[in-house]
């Protein structure tokens, strides 16, 4: 099912978990549960789990077809991957190959990956396991990355620590190293007319956002530069798995309060159903408004 329209731009979403995750006391080292309970009728069941209070996460790949290019947004989590800190996708199985079939993409008509940062849930189809080795799920495609955040990760892989972003870049990202399918590209890279980058550091040192334009109609691509819509009411939260909390404050409070006075439509990495929405202002701060 097509998910938004950007000027001749579609766009596509393929989820391969969508369901309560971390607990937001957890997720969000500064939070404050008057945050929750001041917003109640704007949070509701579909954003925070009633049963278990946890925050409720989708987890998704965009697909754009621009009518010259098929391009994945994030490639998510994979199959088969070895996820032992997160049990709950650890050699996880999903039919995200036959859901982007659905939606009339086949893996050889793949021509872009871009990762808007190298996070375990953001390259894992770029590979998948072919007789004991990862090989590139979509073998025609070039894998686009910014530099700076490929060098980052590089750094991170040879130091050896093992967390699920360095298992991610050795079984993910440098296979299609390997085969000669990744390009480095800078911070403002354009991939084509009315497709690129901008840098937006903090969660990630290189991560980026991914502004989409067609028809005098334009989006944006957020990654994880916001993780749920609880953060409009604080946009100064960031997550525990932000590289530089400070940094990505930063960077987070320049692109809401920019966005929210452009009323941009935004395509975030992991708000929940329907997810694509617009930024509202609200009680001297900001709500998100769903676009059904
Ligand atoms: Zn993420």
């Known amino acids: 099912m097509q998910l938004a329209r950007i000027g ?11 369901g309560p995750f971390f607990p937001p006391h957890e997720f969000f080292p500064d939070f404050d549960p ?12 579909r954003l925070i789990d009633p049963a278990s209070g946890r925050l409720i996460f989708s987890f998704h790949t965009f ?6 290019h098929t391009i994945l947004i994030d490639s998510c989590l994979g199959n088969d991957k070895e996820r032992p800190t997160r049990p709950q996708f ?5 039919n995200y190959l036959a859901d982007l079939a659905a939606a009339g993409v086949k893996p050889d008509e793949v021509d872009y990956v871009m990762c808007t ?20 799920t979509f073998p025609k495609a070039r894998y686009v990355m910014a530099r700076r955040e490929f060098s980052h990760w590089e750094g991170v892989h ?16 440098l296979p299609v190293v390997r085969t000669g399918q990744s390009q480095l590209v800078d911070d403002d890279f354009a991939l084509e007319d009315g ?30 530069v916001l993780h749920h819509p609880l953060q409009l009411f604080k946009p100064e939260w960031s997550t525990f798995a932000c590289s530089d909390r400070e940094l990505s404050r930063e ?4 692109l809401v309060e920019e966005h929210a006075e452009h009323g941009t439509k935004l395509l975030p990495a992991h708000f929940p159903t329907p997810t694509a929405g617009r930024i509202r202002r609200h009680n001297g701060a900001y709500r998100y408004a769903f676009e059904e």
């Open 63 to 68: 697909v754009i077809k621009t009518g010259h």
């Open 117 to 136: 940062h190298l996070h375990w849930d953001h390259v894992g189809w770029n590979t998948r396991l072919e007789n004991g080795r990862w090989v590139p």
């Open 8 to 18: 001749s731009f579609e766009v596509h979403r393929i989820t391969e978990y969508e």
């Open 251 to 254: 960077t987070r409070t320049r």
């Open 158 to 173: 040879k130091q050896g620590e093992d967390t699920p972003h360095r298992r991610a870049f050795e079984d993910s990202v």
């Open 34 to 45: 008057e945050v929750v309970r001041a917003n109640q009728d704007l949070l509701g069941p």
């Open 90 to 94: 650890h050699r996880m199985r999903t």
């Open 195 to 224: 497709l690129w980058f901008e840098a937006a550091p903090g969660h990630t040192p290189g991560n980026v956002v991914i502004h989409a334009r067609s028809a005098g109609e334009t989006a944006l691509f957020m990654g994880d």
